[in-house]
């Protein structure tokens, strides 16, 4: 493609509240994939355009100077959207989406389920009436016998997780759609008095370096935001609960640059050691449910009690507002929701996009809104809130940046379609020979890669780097 400006930057940077004339650093070129009938890579180069941007803010900010040039590179954002089905750790592939994660035909239309991890299986089955162990004939079997929205209940009553497959014209003016079209692209607001602002005199290819951030986030789209932060130089510290494992090859993908540490909140000596971690941090990122920490004393305004001038990023699947607001989500189904899997499919048979490109699309925008809040922190020392959500990403995709014009909205194709090799690396780590993406986030003389590769998922101690 040409060096134009790439289609949604304006809208985004808005969105962001930067300053208009900083859109003139950025430019796009090369070729990349995400070949779908919606705008999969218009989408993928907006997001890591306002990403890179925000980094070079920043970059000026903090180590002076003009605001470093982006460019974007389209193999590499590519590359990048792919990266959790590309990594490899000693040539082995990445884990597919489990047997009962798909979709499955209903009494009267589809429904899409997402039972990756044990737990969610196990409700899956209970919802539907069947026993420990039942496989796939027997689950498309109770589902066929119920209609879509029937099942879409009886699963999330049950603590899992499915969706009927809606149109977009039924997403829209559905409460939920309608709740998440309204909301803004990503919110970026004050949070609490102020803290003294961060030294400046970081290197401007590492502005986020002295900056410590915890991690709290799960699977792809909240990773994917801290795993940039830490490509810029932060120490960031991915915290979980010892009853939530990850499935190692995503941490693989994600976890570059970080380390990984397990606490459970709900006990008095792990809580005492967050705190102890809460008390010199600058960002805290949570990708739960709205709601599901509350219990802990991490609500925005409560952490920013305890830690002046901390800038706080909150992800969810639904938005924060409707009556799925506190409901679990994940990317898959919230393309199947809003009506992105049956645009994509054909002849009524929903399909999917090339990547999850809500998760990294939405990580990229809320890392973009941290790298801002924390440009705007240096100034004045005040904290701030940032608020994204997988179902405004996915009304941005549907009505947004590159909606109308591109060649990834003309044409359906498959991730296979693209020859990713220039734009992977390996390095040598305790646990084999780790292949993974180079990151898509670049400005001139930042950082060309991560300075730790990714360890094993909960295997660090809690605590910061230095």
């Known amino acids: 493609m040409s060096d134009d400006l790439p289609p949604g930057v304006t809208e985004g ?50 180590g002076g100077g003009p605001v470093p040039a982006v460019r974007v ?14 990594v490899r ?97 990503l919110h970026v607001g004050e949070l609490g008095a102020a803290g003294a602002p961060p030294a400046a005199g970081a290197p401007r290819e590492l502005p986020c370096a002295g900056l410590r951030v915890l991690d709290l986030t799960r ?35 994600t976890g570059l640059g970080k380390r990984s540490a397990l606490l459970d909140l709900g006990r008095r000596a792990d809580r005492a050691v967050f705190e102890e971690l809460l008390s010199s941090a600058d960002v805290v990122v949570t990708g739960y449910r709205p ?46 929701a809003s009506g992105i899997a049956l645009r994509e499919g054909d ?29 705007l922190r240096q100034a004045s020392g005040t904290g701030r809130v940032v608020d994204v959500s997988l179902a405004r990403t996915a009304a941005w995709l549907l009505h947004g940046p590159g909606t109308a014009a591109g060649p990834s909205g003309t044409a359906a194709g498959t991730a296979e379609d693209f020859d990713a090799e220039p734009w992977m690396t390996e390095v040598d780590t305790p646990r084999g020979r780790l292949r993974h993406a180079l990151p898509a986030v670049a400005f001139d003389h930042g950082p060309s890669g991560w300075a730790v590769p990714s360890g094993r998922w909960g295997a660090d101690a809690p605590g910061w780097r230095l």
Do not use: I, K, M
């Open 291 to 336: 709601g599901a920490l509350d219990r802990f004393g991490l609500l925005p305004g409560d952490l920013a009690a305890r830690r002046p001038g901390l800038v706080v990023g909150r992800l969810s699947a639904w938005g924060r507002s409707g009556p799925w607001s506190g409901r679990r989500g994940f990317d898959s189904l919230v393309q199947a």
């Open 347 to 375: 002849a009524g048979v929903p399909g999917a996009l090339p990547a999850q490109a809500l998760d990294h699309g939405t990580g990229y925008l809320l890392a973009a809104g941290l790298l801002r809040a924390l440009t």
């Open 73 to 86: 590179d389209d193999g590499a954002v590519t590359a990048a959207f792919l990266g959790d089905r590309l």
């Open 89 to 185: 750790l000693d040539g082995a592939p990445p884990t597919a989406f489990a047997p009962l994660s798909r979709f499955w035909p209903a009494a009267d239309g589809w429904v899409r389920t997402h039972a990756n991890y044990p737990h969610h299986r196990r409700r899956l089955r209970q919802a539907l009436g069947l026993p420990d162990g039942a496989g796939a004939a027997s689950v498309a079997g109770a589902v066929a016998e119920r209609p879509a929205t029937e099942v879409e209940e009886a699963v999330y009553a049950a603590g899992g997780l499915a969706v009927a497959v809606r149109s977009t014209r039924e997403w829209a003016a559905h409460p939920q759609g309608a709740a998440a079209g309204a909301e803004p692209l």
């Open 219 to 253: 699977v792809l789209a909240g990773p994917v935001a801290t795993r940039t932060l830490a490509l810029l130089g932060a120490d960031v510290l991915r915290v979980d609960s010892p009853g939530l494992p990850e499935a190692q090859d995503l941490h693989d993908d």
């Open 13 to 62: 940077w808005a969105a962001l509240g930067g300053d208009p004339a900083l859109t003139e650093r950025v430019t796009a070129a090369g070729t990349g994939g995400l070949r779908s009938r919606l705008p999969s890579l218009p989408l993928a180069r907006a997001t890591v355009a306002l990403c890179s941007l925000a980094a070079a803010e920043l970059a000026a900010r903090r």
